[in-house]
């Protein structure tokens, strides 16, 4: 069940490599202005939301190499740190611009799956 575990884990890991060039094109076209209303935001041309948003693509990309190299701690943190921040980013767009983030809810669900797993193969 661990081998399973662990590929699962390492499936997660290249899906996060994945959310973290595609986060990173999407900030980068929503910011030159070619996409609007993909990262709710970046309209506003704040720069804590342009950095925030490099920082997380940044964070998903260690994340998704922690993955696929197999350390499960690490893995089991990241997951958490993604579920967590993913859910208080929901909250806050919901809360203060009444819309609904896509990449927040898929970075929710990437970390609760990853948090899964790896507290499976941990255990």
Do not use: R
């Amino acid at each position: 069940m661990k081998n399973y575990n662990k590929s699962s884990l390492k499936a997660l890991g290249v899906m996060m490599v994945l959310f973290a060039i595609i986060y990173a094109l999407v900030g980068t076209l929503a910011l030159a202005g070619v996409v609007s209303g993909a990262l709710p935001g970046h309209e506003s041309e704040e720069i804590l939301i342009v950095v925030l948003g490099y920082a997380v693509a940044l964070l998903a990309l260690i994340c998704g190499i922690v993955c696929i190299a197999g350390n499960v701690g690490a893995s089991k943190v990241f997951g958490m740190l993604f579920c967590l921040l993913g859910l208080a980013a929901l909250i806050y767009q919901q809360v203060t611009n009444g819309t609904f983030s896509t990449f927040d809810c898929l970075a929710m669900c990437f970390g609760a799956a990853i948090f899964s797993i790896a507290s499976k193969t941990e255990g």
